[in-house]
């Protein structure tokens, strides 16, 4: 199983990035997908995830109304678009899949992840 992180880079406080995670040797449509981030010093948290089941995404407080999770079956393809980013939301971003299907915030019920995507917003 591979999960490929794109689409980081250095923007401006209000702009927006869009990442991408894409993935191979799973069955995609089977498991659930997170994005959590790890910014500096301090420890990795959920952003977002899509579970199959339901095909619905939940989203952390701090990110809900400023980023869209969307995943592309076809493509095998998940992604991240985040607007309005802030300093705060300067992070190295990592993209998760979860073979139970539940899409959740704990970390430790992902099975497998990317190497992450750096993400710097600058005032």
């Known amino acids: 199983v591979q999960l490929v992180e794109s689409g980081g880079g250095l923007v401006q406080a209000g702009g927006s990035l869009r990442l991408s995670c894409a993935a191979s040797?799973?069955?995609?449509?089977?498991?659930?997908m997170g994005w959590f981030r790890q910014l500096p010093g301090k420890e990795r948290e959920f952003v977002a995830a899509i579970s199959w089941t339901t095909g619905s995404a939940n989203y952390a407080d701090s990110v809900k109304g400023r980023f869209t999770m969307s995943r592309d079956s076809a493509k095998n393809t998940v992604y991240l678009q985040m607007n309005s980013l802030r300093p705060e939301d300067t992070a190295v971003y990592y993209c998760?899949?979860?073979?139970?299907?539940?899409?959740?915030?704990?970390?430790?019920?992902?099975?497998?992840w990317g190497q992450g995507t750096q993400v710097t917003v600058f005032a």
């Open positions: 998760a899949a979860d073979r139970r299907g539940k899409g959740t915030t704990y970390e430790t019920e992902y099975d497998y």
């Open positions: 040797g799973l069955t995609f449509s089977l498991y659930a």
